[in-house]
């Protein structure tokens, strides 16, 4: 027998609704669910970036680039073993992992002694996000200790310079532009012996303060996350940005000052499991000599 809460509210119901009201109430309520099955989404957007100026041994190089898993309640162990799963399936030459691993400096410890195991040809380099930089600061040479313990080079106001038939590519990464102590000079001068250098931040606001640096721009592509796309944006306006630049570097590729330089969505989310307008996105970008 039905509690007569229920029976009551139903004698509340009027009788002439509209058809169209009584239609949609019949609908599932995909507005709710959509946002949460799309954060539970991963895409690999393939990319060709051409560039005369990309050193000829560096031709059809390529790049797997995800940025912002933040492991932890919002995404588990389980979608961490298959996105490593995915991205070892590429066989890139270089996997660049772009900050914000987990929730705070411990969680990212946690997340990189689990042993992800991602894998590339030459290389896996990991740069810190504002998340990692969350904690003590003992714990960035912990983070740093459990990411070279998995096979990840960690860059922290610190570069590799990769040698290819000939040519020298660097990638220099610099420590979190908000929550860490990125230097800017120190992390510019490891790319002088390169014939390229791509520049890894997790936030594109440092991009700005690089425009004008005294020497010049000392980078070609710069490769960015925190965004997040906005998780939630509507016509590429996020409903609240992470950003100072509000939604100016919020998604995409951009060309500023005479670099390019890609802002991810990211592969996971922060704060509510929900993207909507802004899907989770990895990156497997190929690098084209255009002559
Ligand atoms: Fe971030």
Same mark, same amino acid.
């Given at each position: 027998?039905?509690?007569?809460?229920?029976?009551?509210?139903?004698? +509340?119901?009027?009788?002439?609704?509209?058809?169209?009201?009584?239609?949609?109430?019949? *609908?599932?309520?995909?507005?709710?669910?959509?946002?949460?099955?799309?954060?539970?989404?991963?895409?690999?957007?393939?990319?060709?970036?051409?560039?005369?100026?990309?050193?000829? &041994?560096?031709?059809?190089?390529?790049?797997?680039?995800?940025?912002?898993?933040?492991?932890?309640?919002?995404? @588990?162990?389980?979608?961490?073993?298959?996105?490593?799963?995915?991205?070892?399936?590429?066989?890139?030459?270089?996997?660049?992992?772009?900050?914000?691993?987990?929730?705070?400096?411990?969680?990212?410890?946690?997340?990189?002694?689990?042993?992800?195991?991602?894998?590339?040809?030459?290389?896996?380099? !990991?740069?810190? &996000?504002?998340?990692?930089?969350?904690?003590?600061?003992?714990?960035?040479?912990?983070?740093?200790?459990?990411?070279?313990?998995?096979?990840?080079?960690? *860059?922290?106001?610190?570069?590799?310079?990769?040698?290819?038939?000939?040519?020298?590519?660097?990638?220099? !990464? =610099?420590?979190?532009?908000?929550?860490?102590?990125?230097?800017?000079?120190?992390?510019?001068?490891?790319?002088?012996?390169?014939?390229?250098?791509?520049?890894?931040?997790?936030?594109?606001?440092?991009?700005?303060?690089?425009? @004008?640096?005294? !020497?010049?721009?000392?980078?070609? *592509?710069?490769? =960015? &996350?925190?965004?997040?796309?906005?998780?939630?944006?509507?016509?590429?306006?996020?409903?609240?940005?992470? @950003?100072?630049?509000? @939604?100016?570097?919020?998604?995409?590729?951009?060309?500023?000052? !005479?670099?390019?330089?890609?802002?991810?969505?990211?592969?996971?989310?922060?704060?509510?499991?929900?993207?909507?307008?802004?899907?989770?996105?990895?990156?497997?970008?190929?690098? +084209?000599?255009?002559?």
């Amino acid at each position: 027998m039905l509690p007569k809460r229920i029976d009551r509210e139903k004698k +509340k119901q009027p009788k002439d609704t509209h058809w169209l009201g009584r239609m949609l109430a019949k *609908l599932p309520p995909w507005p709710i669910f959509f946002p949460i099955y799309e954060a539970s989404q991963l895409n690999l957007v393939e990319e060709l970036y051409w560039s005369p100026r990309i050193p000829a &041994g560096f031709d059809g190089f390529r790049i797997v680039f995800l940025s912002d898993i933040h492991y932890g309640p919002l995404f @588990s162990e389980e979608r961490m073993r298959d996105l490593v799963q995915r991205v070892n399936k590429l066989h890139a030459d270089i996997v660049v992992l772009g900050g914000d691993y987990a929730l705070n400096a411990d969680s990212a410890i946690d997340f990189f002694q689990l042993k992800p195991g991602f894998q590339a040809k030459t290389a896996v380099l !990991g740069i810190m &996000g504002n998340h990692d930089r969350r904690g003590p600061e003992e714990s960035l040479e912990k983070l740093k200790a459990a990411m070279r313990e998995d096979g990840v080079t960690p *860059l922290v106001n610190d570069g590799v310079v990769l040698e290819r038939k000939g040519s020298r590519m660097a990638f220099v !990464g =610099c420590d979190d532009f908000y929550c860490g102590n990125p230097d800017l000079q120190k992390t510019a001068a490891l790319s002088r012996s390169a014939d390229y250098t791509v520049f890894l931040s997790h936030m594109p606001d440092i991009l700005p303060e690089t425009f @004008s640096m005294p !020497g010049g721009l000392f980078y070609q *592509l710069a490769l =960015c &996350g925190h965004t997040h796309g906005g998780q939630v944006a509507v016509l590429g306006h996020a409903i609240k940005s992470s @950003s100072i630049y509000g @939604s100016k570097y919020l998604s995409g590729w951009y060309h500023e000052h !005479g670099v390019d330089f890609l802002v991810t969505n990211g592969v996971g989310t922060s704060g509510l499991p929900v993207r909507l307008g802004a899907k989770a996105q990895m990156h497997l970008i190929t690098m +084209k000599r255009e002559m």
